[in-house]
């Protein structure tokens, strides 16, 4: 749970922005190579996941893997690539990525992302549901491999409450 933010906080965030360059508010830092190998390795992971590659996967892959599930669940290497195999395949619902932070620490990097589905409701409604997705990825001698995801769910923002009847 996040705490909640005092008033002053928007105000001096705010102050802060309005103090940088207007040159660095209007051009985006570029991504250094090494960071965007490990996005595109995400990417690429992702696609091999909905396609059900597993041969992609594996090569994608370090044999240390290890994922958790938004559930908790655990699977290593082996159990993970035997949930893609093509004849268990499934229609992937659509989904989006956002909020992508990728971060290089020497051979290990991070890559942190919000991916949200689009997923069918009652009486053709749709409902998104969104996780967060962390990534670890290794470089070795093959290149950057993942080692590693994790996928925690974010709650949807409560309803406003109605004000109380008197």
Same mark, same amino acid.
């Given at each position: 749970?996040?705490?909640?933010?005092?008033?002053?906080?928007?105000?001096?965030?705010g102050?802060?922005?309005?103090?940088?360059?207007?040159q660095?508010?209007?051009?985006p830092?570029?991504?250094?190579?090494?960071?965007?190998?490990?996005?595109?390795?995400?990417?690429?992971?992702r696609?091999?996941?909905?396609?059900?590659?597993?041969?992609?996967?594996?090569?994608? /892959?370090?044999?240390? &893997?290890v994922?958790?599930? $938004?559930? !908790?669940?655990?699977?290593?290497? @082996?159990?993970?690539?035997? #949930?893609?195999?093509?004849e268990l395949?499934?229609?992937?619902p659509?989904?989006?990525?956002?909020?992508?932070?990728?971060?290089?620490?020497?051979?290990?990097?991070?890559d942190v /992302?919000?991916?949200? &589905?689009?997923l069918?409701g $009652?009486? !053709?409604?749709t409902?998104?549901? @969104?996780?967060?997705?962390? #990534?670890?990825?290794?470089r070795?001698?093959?290149?950057?491999?993942?080692?590693?995801?994790?996928?925690?769910?974010?709650?949807p923002a409560?309803?406003?409450?109605?004000?109380?009847?008197?």
């Amino acid at each position: 749970m996040r705490p909640p933010f005092s008033l002053c906080s928007p105000l001096v965030a705010g102050c802060w922005l309005l103090a940088l360059p207007s040159q660095a508010q209007s051009s985006p830092k570029p991504a250094k190579p090494a960071e965007q190998e490990v996005a595109q390795l995400v990417r690429d992971f992702r696609a091999a996941e909905q396609a059900y590659d597993p041969a992609a996967l594996a090569r994608l /892959l370090d044999e240390r &893997y290890v994922e958790v599930s $938004p559930r !908790g669940e655990v699977d290593e290497y @082996a159990r993970f690539l035997s #949930f893609y195999k093509p004849e268990l395949r499934k229609v992937w619902p659509p989904i989006s990525a956002s909020e992508e932070q990728v971060r290089v620490l020497g051979t290990t990097a991070l890559d942190v /992302l919000t991916l949200t &589905y689009t997923l069918p409701g $009652p009486g !053709g409604t749709t409902r998104t549901q @969104a996780v967060r997705a962390t #990534f670890v990825a290794q470089r070795g001698p093959a290149g950057w491999r993942l080692v590693g995801a994790q996928y925690t769910g974010i709650m949807p923002a409560p309803a406003p409450s109605a004000p109380a009847a008197n």
